[in-house]
């Protein structure tokens, strides 16, 4: 008996195949990317400037963070207010967590912006009970931004909050993991997914680094995609994150 239970498994993995999805929030839980806008909104121009270096690698997502949060000199009370009367998250978003967790699904918000706005954001739309990893971002009127990167990689520096650490850690907590994303640094976590969900620059992320991925829009997409399930590509996870770096040059 216990041998056909096992036969069951392997052939109906279903939605159960897959434990844990991690899920960046600027531009794919929010189709904005709220840093992005309130950077647009409060800082001067070279903000832009300081983006297009991290897009061509010359610096890490965190120092971007870094330079980018010392030109805004507003409170963080005025940026939150601009972001909740501004911005709002996929609708379809607050169903599909319902769902996860009706599956005891494990869900993990994982972002490497300015972060503070998540929370609020999440708990205006109902979505209550998601871990939320990212940058601690702290922005005082009239003071110099103070940081802390509780959801970094202990080495390397590269990144303010390493989705792959994240990842890594959701499949030994829960078993195989999804990730959705959009962007730049969701490629750190897409190496080392099981199955990813892309759209806009990581569709040509993914296709670069042969990470085989699934089209979204919604997630409804995403959902019914794990509803019906066969089989999981698995990780390309490299030896070494692309994104590695460390203060004395690279060397892992
Ligand atoms: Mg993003």
């Known amino acids: 008996m216990p041998r ?9 993995p279903g939605p159960r195949a897959i434990r844990a999805v991690v899920v960046d929030f600027d531009g794919t839980i ?5 840093s992005e806008e309130i ?7 070279e903000w832009w ?3 297009l270096s991290f897009q061509r690698g010359e610096i890490g997502s965190r120092q971007c963070l ?3 949060a010392a030109l805004l000199t507003h409170g963080e009370d005025e940026l939150l207010a601009f972001a909740l009367t501004t911005y709002a998250i996929d609708p379809t978003f607050a169903p599909f967590a319902r769902w996860t967790r009706g599956r005891d699904i494990e869900l993990v918000v994982a972002s490497d912006g300015l972060g503070f706005y998540i929370e609020p954001m999440l708990r205006r739309a109902g979505v209550e009970a998601v871990t939320v990893l990212t940058n601690d971002v702290a922005l005082r009127l009239g003071d110099e931004p103070r940081f802390a990167f509780p959801n970094a990689h202990p080495a390397c520096i590269g990144c303010g909050t390493c989705k792959m650490r ?6 030994e907590r829960s078993g195989p993991v999804a990730f959705v994303g959009e962007g730049h ?7 080392y997914a099981d199955l990813v969900f892309a759209k806009k620059h990581l569709v040509d992320i993914c296709r670069a680094d042969r990470v085989p991925f699934r089209p979204w829009e919604t997630f409804d997409d995403v959902r019914s995609a794990l ?3 066969e089989a999981l590509p698995g990780p390309v996870a490299p030896d070494r994150c692309p994104g590695w770096f460390t203060p004395v040059g690279g060397a892992l």
């Open 39 to 45: 950077l647009r909104e409060f800082a001067p121009p």
């Open 49 to 51: 400037d300081i983006d």
């Open 30 to 34: 929010c189709p904005h990317d709220v």
């Open 166 to 171: 994240i990842v890594l850690g959701c499949r």
């Open 227 to 229: 509803e019906s399930l």
């Open 185 to 191: 640094t969701d490629r750190y976590g897409a190496l």
């Open 4 to 12: 056909l239970g096992h036969a069951v498994a392997l052939i109906d």
């Open 66 to 68: 870094i330079e980018q």
